[in-house]
């Protein structure tokens, strides 16, 4: 099955700087990377998605890139706010796209 | 209002005795899954449905059950607890394997 590898666990950032998490993926029949954020004591909330067929995606001031060679994909996450304060994990489809493999989470805490 | 909604939140139990959570959404959403989530591992696809009667095994699909009667539920059943069960469960849905999965509060299950 598909492995998916998250780094780096823990991530401090001075607020309004940026946030960088990588992940990579062994299966690359994988064509579906969602990105989710969970706030402490709370449920995960899909923050975005890329598909396999497109290298980038944007949105505001977070963004996700994918690699299909390298077989990578980060979330970036520009001017970086208390509120952006979470629990990040990465996901991968699977060549089925039924079956999901997660990251091990990213803990980001941004410093006011 | 749109939800996923599971029940109950918090169980202590013993092992060895049945228990089931249950799993209910409003969104005709096709696909279901369950996932455990644990310190330092992520979240880990249990099952996944599907469609109603179209159900199949997770990552750590061991010592769990699913059915997929009606399209709106997805229970999940523990037919024997045991201790290493201990974890935070969540259920979530989406219209199809690829897209948004909308999670539900979680259930915190412990197995003394």
């Known amino acids: 099955g598909e492995n998916v590898e998250q780094h780096p666990s823990t991530l401090s950032v001075q607020e309004g700087d940026s946030a960088v998490i990588k992940c990579t993926y062994s299966d690359s029949a994988s064509n579906y990377f969602p990105w989710y954020k969970q706030e402490l004591g709370k449920r995960p909330q899909l923050i975005i998605d890329i598909r396999s067929n497109v290298g980038e995606k944007k949105d505001q001031r977070i963004a996700v890139t994918l690699n299909k060679t390298a077989k990578h994909f980060s979330l970036h996450i520009t001017e970086t706010q208390p509120e952006d304060s979470a629990v990040y994990f990465c996901a991968a489809s699977g060549d089925t796209g039924n079956q999901f493999y997660f990251g091990t989470g990213t803990s980001l805490t941004v410093i006011p | 209002e749109a939800q996923v909604t599971q029940n109950p939140r918090y169980l202590i139990t013993v092992t060895g005795k049945k228990l089931t959570v249950t799993c209910s959404q409003n969104?005709?959403?096709?696909?279901m899954s369950w996932y455990r989530q644990d310190p330092g591992l992520g979240l880990r696809q249990i099952y996944y449905?599907?469609?109603?009667?179209?159900?199949d095994k997770g990552d750590v699909p061991e010592g769990y059950k699913v059915s997929r009667k009606e399209k709106r539920n997805f229970p999940l059943i523990l037919e024997s607890p045991s201790p290493n069960q201990t974890s935070l469960y969540f259920c979530a849905s989406s219209f199809t394997g690829r897209n948004e999965q909308f999670f539900g509060p979680g259930t915190r299950l412990t197995v003394l």
């Open positions: 449905s599907m469609n109603v009667e179209v159900t």
């Open positions: 969104m005709n959403h096709e696909y």
